[in-house]
């Protein structure tokens, strides 16, 4: 079964400073990875997507995401975080069936 | 383009209580999930509909939970009787069509179930 690790739990940046989130994740095929965004009382968005081609993969808001197969990873990133940033953060894959397994998340906090 | 449609916000039961949550689903979207989010945890898919038939129901503690989707297009999820362990939000999402390559999945805002 596949499943997803987001080894960080919070992360603090400061506004204006880069961001790395990172995901990695367990798939015996090529998987089809996604980064969703939940903001306090909102429904999940999604960000990025991830199925073939070129591994670094544009999102909205500015994200981006770069898929390494050697290191089981999805890693998001963002060159410069606004406070709207601060979220939960989630990785998810598809494996078999169609239902998405989605990592625990990320809680970002930006730094004034 | 409307969003996925969710009903109630909120909901606080009783242990052993019974409870239903609505979903409408964006308009000509096949695919419907429900999702469980515990606190502090990310999503888990309880059970995944194409159409009016379910395709994926693995997670689904059938002792105590049922969906249905009649017509193809509502769902609802029902817990009965509901246990402490079940307060969570509960997501319903929805995507075009099924298959590993059209899961972009739109999600609702959620009910979040508070269970005394």
């Known amino acids: 079964a596949q499943s997803v690790t987001q080894p960080d739990i919070h992360i603090t940046v400061s506004e204006g400073a880069s961001l790395e989130l990172r995901c990695n994740y367990s798939y015996g095929a090529t998987p089809y990875l996604f980064w969703y965004v939940q903001s306090p009382g909102q429904g999940l968005q999604l960000l990025l997507k991830y199925f073939s081609g070129d591994t670094l993969v544009q999102g909205i808001k500015g994200f981006e995401a770069e898929f390494k197969r050697s290191q089981s990873s999805f890693n998001l990133r963002k060159p410069s975080v606004h406070w709207s940033d601060a979220a939960e953060y989630f990785c998810a894959v598809v494996g078999g069936a169609d239902g998405l397994t989605f990592g625990k998340g990320t809680h970002l906090i930006i730094q004034p | 383009e409307a969003g996925v449609a969710q009903s109630p916000r909120y909901k606080i039961i009783e242990k052993r209580q019974s409870v239903a949550f609505w979903c409408n689903p964006i308009?000509?979207?096949?695919?419907l999930y429900w999702y469980q989010q515990i606190l502090g945890q990310g999503p888990k898919l309880l059970i995944q509909?194409?159409?009016?038939?379910?395709?994926?129901d693995s997670q689904l503690p059938k002792d105590r939970f049922s969906a249905e989707r009649l017509k193809g297009v509502d769902s609802t999820l029902k817990i009965q009787p509901a246990k402490l362990e079940d307060s969570a939000v509960y997501l319903c999402?929805?995507?075009?069509?099924?298959?590993?390559?059209?899961?972009?999945?739109?999600f609702g805002q959620g009910t979040r179930l508070t269970v005394v």
């Open positions: 308009s000509g979207h096949a695919t």
């Open positions: 509909f194409q159409n009016n038939g379910v395709v994926d």
């Open positions: 999402a929805s995507s075009l069509r099924g298959g590993r390559r059209n899961t972009e999945a739109f």
